[in-house]
């Protein structure tokens, strides 16, 4: 007798452009359909990477653009679905499943994957981080796991959230390094110029600190002065980082691209990637740069970085984070060998511990 595919549910405020949205895709992509039927609720059915899924999936379109409403319109898909289990990421997906608990049926799984250092993300985004900090501890008892995207992470959620180690489990980004591959070496090098051709990626947003990264630039071009920084991704501070620019005098230095569907052909051909974050969970972009052979810089902030150095420690250089002259330095340093040979050939790091395989197949069993 065949076994009947549970049913799965992912939830997500939406699926835009974003690490936590990428690996959404990853995982609805990759999940074996002889054991699982997915499904994905969102709370607003928009975003660059609905594209990316099979047409399998079924999205479920909440049409909630507030936390208080969508509480009454996730209970009725799940009592309507009946999942076996429930996972959501970022903070208002989460936030909306855990209260919403008590008016599921019994023996739904409760899943919540966190995106970010917990801590560092209340801190940064709520009014009153203590009373944030109180209410987390009660709600996160609420649920069977959590899932954290690096050691860091899970370490912090025991010690400050108080929550019990065995609801924690540590489960990596996955990377898909073939298709990353694939697609690095499609419309040949997107940059012109003498350089050194810099890049990074990610949310405009404050932990991903791009104003410390733009203000390291002005050092950088007293070395070299036709260096170019491209930034790739969205977010709400672009006009105030294209301000920022302008008023440093390098907005000729610089080019925000948005959002790019293939982001890799940028990672491929750059000089450096650099990624300045205040605080990080398990940045994909930076996984995806050492597949490409790229070199990288990153800020010894809090979170997953030094565990991925650990695989790679000849391709990651670490600098003080919110540390701009620190940044320009190490810039300088890695730019001053550039063009001695092709990275690939150079670089292979061992990211085995990243593997798409191997992480659906952890994603798999918790389900």
Known sequence: MIAARKKILFLAAALDEGGAQRVYSILLRHLDRNSFEPHLGLLQAQGAYLADLPKDVTVHNLNSSRIRYSLPRIVKLIRKLGPHAVMSTMLPANLALILSKPFLPRGTRLLIREAAMPGRLLSDHMAHPRFWKSVYRHLYKRVDRIICLSNAMA?????????????????????????????????????????????????????????????????????????????????????????????????????FLGFQPNPWPYFRHADLFVLASRHEGMPNALLEALALGTPVLATDCPGGIREIQSCAPEMIILVPPEDSRALAEAIISACMGRGTGEKQQRWQPDLSNFNLEHIVREYSELF
């Open 155 to 255: 370490s912090e959620m025991v010690e400050l959230f108080k929550v019990p180690s065995e609801k924690v489990v540590r489960i990596y980004n996955p990377l898909d390094e073939k298709r990353v591959r694939e697609l690095g070496e499609q419309g040949g090098n997107p940059y012109s110029g003498p350089g050194p051709h810099l890049v990074s990626a990610g949310r405009l947003s404050r932990e991903k600190g791009f104003d410390v990264l733009l203000a390291a630039l002005p050092f950088v071009m007293e070395r070299f002065p036709q260096a170019e920084l491209v930034v790739l991704g969205e977010g709400h501070l672009r006009k105030d980082l294209t301000e920022q620019a302008a008023r440093l005098h390098v907005a000729d230095n610089v080019r």
